[in-house]
């Protein structure tokens, strides 16, 4: 079964809502199982529980089978999210084109060569799937 992950902020924005409908369409055309995932970062004292995230992705988007929802916290977000697609060996990973950018500048700092995507695939051993909203 394909496993989709998506990273989101909570409240949902616009751009996790355009990036949360294409995780969906996805994992649906793929029968595949969706991971939506949203990290607390330890800097921020308001932490989202997983209810809050599975109520805010169901007013959105209705009832999601073969749907979880996680949680995590962590120092630097772009990292928690790596650390946590590996973890669940999703297959394909979709993010915000906004997402990437942040990506970007951590990768910048750790290789030379910026290439988000062929990053992430190379290291996580998924497709990966950047979306632009509006």
């Known amino acids: 079964m394909t ?3 998506v990273p989101v902020r909570y409240p949902l924005t616009d751009h996790s809502r355009a ?3 294409e995780a969906i369409r996805i994992a649906d055309e793929h029968n595949g199982a969706l991971t939506v995932l949203h990290v607390n970062p330890f800097h921020v004292e308001r932490t ?3 209810r809050d995230l599975k109520r805010a992705v169901e007013s959105a988007f209705g009832h999601l089978p073969n749907t979880s929802y996680l949680v995590r916290r962590g120092l630097l977000v772009e990292e928690t999210i790596l650390e946590e ?3 669940e060996d999703a297959d394909v ?3 915000g084109k906004k997402q990437a950018g942040r990506w970007r500048a951590m990768i910048r ?3 030379d060569d910026p290439d988000v995507q062929h990053y992430l695939e190379t290291e996580l051993d998924a497709d990966v799937v950047t979306v632009e909203a509006g």
């Open 48 to 50: 989202v529980s997983r």
């Open 3 to 5: 496993r989709v992950v």
């Open 109 to 111: 700092r750790l290789i």
């Open 85 to 87: 697609v590996a973890a």
């Open 93 to 95: 990973v979709v993010i």
């Open 19 to 21: 990036t949360l409908a």
